[in-house]
């Protein structure tokens, strides 16, 4: 048998070894490398790295629709790509400490009330509940441990010879048999310089970028009672828009970073001590015709930072401007700057700003919430070239025993991040 080497012990790493030794391959040919920490060791604001990677660690929001959560279908066809993403809700819940206390919502009619403006994606949604993450992440390592297992933590894989099965770290390399590449958003510049040294081909991508929208949850509650975590949407000729990642009761702005450029998400938190009333969403726009997307969103994303001697950050704009940055779930500030208008933010946007300022506008004809909300500037989702992959088992076309998985291929979310592990784990052990 080989020896397999995951670089990430983020979702899709996790969920490939998981699957693997579920089907009898043995632990111990099997080891995973993470630059960041193990869950025991791992604090609450180390958001992208470490074990469960980043939303496996401060989200966890499970949705179950082909279209949401980047590419699946088009490798193995909808319903296999629905019974891999059921294996990774399957894998959170076998190792949640409380498994009754997941929620689930499955929205099926769209209302009313949003129709003249919105469409709404339907689908169900487990939620986790961020703070039973922690746990989840322990009695899974605990399980891969004991299966023989070998974790390397905080060592970043600094390069790799493909045509050579080797990996190196700062002081020491390693031979495989087969890797799976699976470093997630913040190994997208390693895997960006990776492809840009081997030339692999890849994939045409569109942009996705916008910014992250805040208010009291009162005003959506009547959405929010349909759909717990909704997906509104508007279609135009080059540029749709939808809501993302929905976070309410307990709903945080976290701030990430990615290529030292400040960017902004959220996270939800199950517990009474955590309840905020607030709602938190992406408003993100996907963009088609533009030549260079990934350069694109670079630079808009530069241009949309603040820096000074001791302080980078994002922007934060508010049309009222007594409403603040709201705090963490760790109590501090969520890092911005607060703008005064937005002529920066339509600046970088250029003709593209006025979207997102139309669908806040219409948001606002549906749920009344005047000038009391708030925006975190910018979302992006980085779409770094997709390589072109092996359909049946997600190879590089140049090395077939190199599987790329996870954000770092296709994925933008959990489940199909995880069921691109299982996939990989599932032709491995045929
Ligand atoms: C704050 C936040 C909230 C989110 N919430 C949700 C949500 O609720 N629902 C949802 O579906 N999606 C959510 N997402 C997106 C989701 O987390 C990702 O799509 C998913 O985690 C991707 O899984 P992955 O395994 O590909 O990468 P990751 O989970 O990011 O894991 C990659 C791992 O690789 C490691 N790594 C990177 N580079 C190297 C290197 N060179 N050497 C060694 N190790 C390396 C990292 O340390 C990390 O642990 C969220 C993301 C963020 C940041």
């Given at each position: 048998m080989k020896r397999i080497v995951i670089i990430g012990a983020g979702v899709a790493g996790i969920n490939a070894a998981t699957k693997l030794v579920d089907n009898g391959y043995p632990g111990e040919l099997i080891t995973i490398i993470d630059k960041g920490n193990d869950p025991i060791n791992r604090l609450p604001?180390?958001?992208?790295?470490?074990?469960?990677?980043?939303?496996?660690?401060?989200?966890?929001?499970?949705t179950y629709h082909t279209a949401i959560g980047g590419q699946l279908s088009k490798y193995c066809g909808e319903d296999k790509a629905m019974k891999l993403?059921?294996?990774?809700?399957?894998?959170?819940?076998?190792?949640?400490?409380?498994?009754?206390?997941?929620?689930?919502?499955?929205?099926?009619?769209?209302?009313?009330?949003?129709k003249p403006y919105f469409g709404l994606?339907?689908?169900?949604?487990?939620?986790i509940g961020s703070n039973f993450l922690h746990e989840i992440a322990k009695a899974w390592y605990q399980y891969l441990l004991d299966k023989g297992v070998t974790f390397e933590w905080n060592t970043e894989v600094d390069d790799i010879d493909f045509s050579d099965n080797r990996i190196?770290?700062?002081?020491?390399?390693?031979?495989?048999?087969i890797l799976i590449f699976a470093v997630g958003k913040s190994g997208i510049d390693f895997a960006q310089r990776l492809s840009d040294e081997y030339t692999f081909p890849t994939e045409p991508k569109s942009v996705q970028i916008g910014i992250r929208f805040e208010a009291p949850q009162k005003y959506f509650q009547k959405l929010i009672d349909v759909s717990y975590d909704f997906k509104l949407y508007q279609?135009?000729?080059k540029v749709?828009?939808?809501?993302?990642?929905?976070?309410?009761?307990?709903?945080?702005?976290?701030?990430?970073?990615?290529?030292?450029?400040?960017?902004?998400?959220?996270?939800?938190?199950?517990?009474?001590?955590?309840?905020?009333?607030?709602?938190?969403?992406?408003?993100?726009?996907e963009i088609k015709g533009i030549e260079d997307p990934f350069k694109w969103s670079r630079d808009v994303v530069q241009k949309l930072q603040f820096t000074s001697d001791d302080f980078h950050s994002g922007l934060y704009y508010s049309p009222n401007y007594e409403r603040q940055v709201s705090k963490t779930s760790e109590g501090t500030d969520v890092k911005a700057a607060q703008l005064e208008n937005l002529d920066l933010f339509k600046e970088?946007?250029?003709?593209?700003?006025?979207?997102?300022?139309?669908?806040?506008?219409?948001?606002n004809k549906v749920f009344n919430f005047g000038d009391d909300w708030g925006m975190y500037i910018p979302e992006v989702k980085y779409l770094s070239?997709?390589?072109?992959?092996?359909?049946?088992?997600?190879?590089?076309?140049?090395f077939p025993n190199v599987h790329f998985v996870g954000d770092a291929l296709s994925a933008r979310g959990i489940t199909v991040s995880g069921a691109h592990g299982v996939y990989v784990a599932e032709s491995l052990v045929k």
């Amino acid at each position: 048998m080989k020896r397999i080497v995951i670089i990430g012990a983020g979702v899709a790493g996790i969920n490939a070894a998981t699957k693997l030794v579920d089907n009898g391959y043995p632990g111990e040919l099997i080891t995973i490398i993470d630059k960041g920490n193990d869950p025991i060791n791992r604090l609450p604001e180390e958001v992208m790295t470490g074990m469960l990677g980043a939303g496996g660690w401060s989200d966890g929001k499970l949705t179950y629709h082909t279209a949401i959560g980047g590419q699946l279908s088009k490798y193995c066809g909808e319903d296999k790509a629905m019974k891999l993403m059921k294996q990774v809700v399957d894998n959170f819940t076998r190792f949640h400490p409380k498994p009754d206390e997941i929620f689930m919502s499955d929205p099926q009619e769209e209302p009313e009330f949003i129709k003249p403006y919105f469409g709404l994606r339907m689908f169900p949604v487990w939620h986790i509940g961020s703070n039973f993450l922690h746990e989840i992440a322990k009695a899974w390592y605990q399980y891969l441990l004991d299966k023989g297992v070998t974790f390397e933590w905080n060592t970043e894989v600094d390069d790799i010879d493909f045509s050579d099965n080797r990996i190196y770290t700062h002081n020491t390399e390693l031979k495989y048999d087969i890797l799976i590449f699976a470093v997630g958003k913040s190994g997208i510049d390693f895997a960006q310089r990776l492809s840009d040294e081997y030339t692999f081909p890849t994939e045409p991508k569109s942009v996705q970028i916008g910014i992250r929208f805040e208010a009291p949850q009162k005003y959506f509650q009547k959405l929010i009672d349909v759909s717990y975590d909704f997906k509104l949407y508007q279609k135009f000729d080059k540029v749709s828009l939808r809501s993302f990642c929905t976070n309410n009761n307990a709903a945080y702005v976290a701030v990430e970073e990615t290529y030292g450029d400040i960017s902004y998400n959220g996270h939800a938190k199950k517990g009474k001590e955590f309840e905020n009333q607030m709602t938190n969403f992406g408003i993100l726009m996907e963009i088609k015709g533009i030549e260079d997307p990934f350069k694109w969103s670079r630079d808009v994303v530069q241009k949309l930072q603040f820096t000074s001697d001791d302080f980078h950050s994002g922007l934060y704009y508010s049309p009222n401007y007594e409403r603040q940055v709201s705090k963490t779930s760790e109590g501090t500030d969520v890092k911005a700057a607060q703008l005064e208008n937005l002529d920066l933010f339509k600046e970088a946007m250029g003709e593209y700003a006025t979207y997102i300022t139309n669908f806040i506008d219409d948001m606002n004809k549906v749920f009344n919430f005047g000038d009391d909300w708030g925006m975190y500037i910018p979302e992006v989702k980085y779409l770094s070239p997709e390589p072109l992959v092996n359909y049946h088992d997600l190879s590089l076309n140049q090395f077939p025993n190199v599987h790329f998985v996870g954000d770092a291929l296709s994925a933008r979310g959990i489940t199909v991040s995880g069921a691109h592990g299982v996939y990989v784990a599932e032709s491995l052990v045929k």
